[in-house]
Nanobody
């Protein structure tokens, strides 16, 4: 069974930065595309960043230029560096494997990011 353990969230002021981590177990990590999703209160979960197994990245428009996804295949870990954070980035952040643009596994517990002064 594939499992995800997200960490690195917290409370940060607008303009601040956070680095999220997601450790993946139970799968051959390096062969899969990985994505970071977020879900704000009262909203649907949305994909914010994706990295293919070959390293190609893509981002949701509102985070382009501020967020960077990366991965360490040796550590089975995917990261999300978030800079210039805004209050609208407040959400629970999750990672998942992606096949054909769709998350394919059960969700982990996520990590809460709160951007507030």
């Amino acid at each position: 069974q594939v499992q995800f353990v997200e960490s690195g969230g917290g409370l940060v002021q607008p303009g601040g930065s956070l680095r999220l981590s997601c450790v993946v177990s139970g799968t051959s990590f390096r062969v899969h595309g990985m994505g970071w999703y977020r879900q704000a209160p009262g909203k649907q979960r949305e994909l914010v960043a994706v990295m293919t197994s070959s390293g190609t990245t893509d981002y949701e428009d509102s985070v382009k230029g501020r967020f960077t996804i990366s991965r360490d295949n040796g550590k089975n870990t995917v990261y999300l560096q978030m800079n210039s954070l805004k209050p609208e980035d407040t959400a629970v952040y999750y990672c998942n494997r992606i096949v054909g643009g769709t998350p394919i596994d059960s969700w982990g517990q996520g990590t809460q990011v709160t951007v507030s002064s």
